[in-house]
Each structure stands twice: as C-alpha cells, then as structure tokens.
C-alpha cells in the first residue's frame, strides 16, 4: 500500500509516519484484503489536532475517518479507531451479502460545477435566471448496486452519493435523510 503522510503547516516527524504506516496498515490489512493507497493529512486548529485518513480499496471503495484530539497521536488513533469500525462494517456486508466484487468499480466521468451563491437582499429581484458559474471541476459516477452504493456512502461519511445502477444502468441518488434512514432516488 502506498502511504501519503503530510501535515498542514505543521511538521511530521519520521516517528509519527513510522507510526501511522505500522497502525493504519495492521488495521486495514485485518478487513480489506487489496488496499491501493493511503492518505493521511493532520492538521492543528487552536489547541486541537485533526487527523483526516482516506483509504482506497482496489474495489473501487473509499473509507474516510476523521479523528480530534489535544494531542497528534490520539488525534491519529481516534481516526484509525474509526476507519477500524468502517471497515469491519463493509467486511460483515460483503459476507453478508455473500459475494465479492471480483472486478474493480467502473468510473464515469461527469462535469461537476460550483455556483456563486447569492448575497443579494431577501426582497431584491435576481438580475439574472443563470448562475455564475464559480468553478469547473471533473467528477466521478460509480457503477455500483444500490446496496454498495450505501454502503460507500456511509464508509465515505457523505450526505449524498451519485452512482450508475448497475442493475438498470440509470443515474441515481442515495442521501441520508434528516429522521436518520437512508433515501433512494430512482429515475
């Protein structure tokens, strides 16, 4: 697996990598057979550290943890004890499910774009129907099944995930609703 260990203007020594490769690698070799690559980013807010740890599995899945703490190692274990419960979840749905993605996760690209948000008054009339567009970016669709849709949803701590059925090979949606469910929409 290949580890990208990097700091925000902040200093990561040669222990704290030692320490990230050795925990994150025994943690994710004991539920994902084929990880790809690694990325672990800490970060210092006030007082605060902030560990963020991204996973790419060769399935084509993504687990993200997020861990906060007054100290960068307990900042760090925080985030790994996360990504450990993600990953066991995902591990305990595949043998439920009782199949194993044998070929990686297709990817379609799609436009993704970033709208200026509107600063106008309550009362003031838009000048314009369009929006301004503030960036252009490239997003990827998955092809998933409903099923590891939601479950890459939950593993990537997203509101929302857009995914190509593979079923029905039709764009859909899978978001948290605000009662705690899980919504669907299938065009």
């Known amino acids: 697996m290949r580890y990208q260990i990097s700091g925000k203007q902040i200093d990561i020594g040669e222990a704290l990598q030692t ?68 990953l066991r979840r995902y591990k305990r749905r595949l043998k439920d499910h009782h199949k194993d993605r044998s070929q990686p996760v297709e990817l379609f690209g799609a436009s993704s774009y970033i709208l200026a948000s509107e600063d106008e008054g309550v009362d003031s009339e838009p000048e314009s129907l369009q929006p301004i567009i503030v960036a252009e970016m490239q997003a990827q669709i998955p092809s998933l099944s409903v099923g590891e849709a939601v479950m ?36």
């Open 152 to 187: 890459q949803m939950e593993l990537a701590g997203a509101p929302v995930l857009v995914f190509r059925n593979e079923a029905k090979s039709g764009v859909n949606v899978v978001y948290r609703r605000d009662d705690g469910n899980i919504g669907w929409i299938d065009p």
């Open 19 to 86: 320490h990230v490769k050795t925990e994150l690698g025994e943690a994710v070799a004991k539920y994902a057979e084929r990880p790809v690559n690694a990325t672990v980013v800490f970060s210092k807010s006030a007082s605060e550290y902030s560990c963020e740890a991204i996973v790419h599995l060769s399935t084509g899945l993504t687990a993200q943890a997020t861990g906060k703490a007054h100290e960068i190692y307990a900042a760090f274990d925080a985030a790994r004890e996360k990504m450990d419960k993600q």
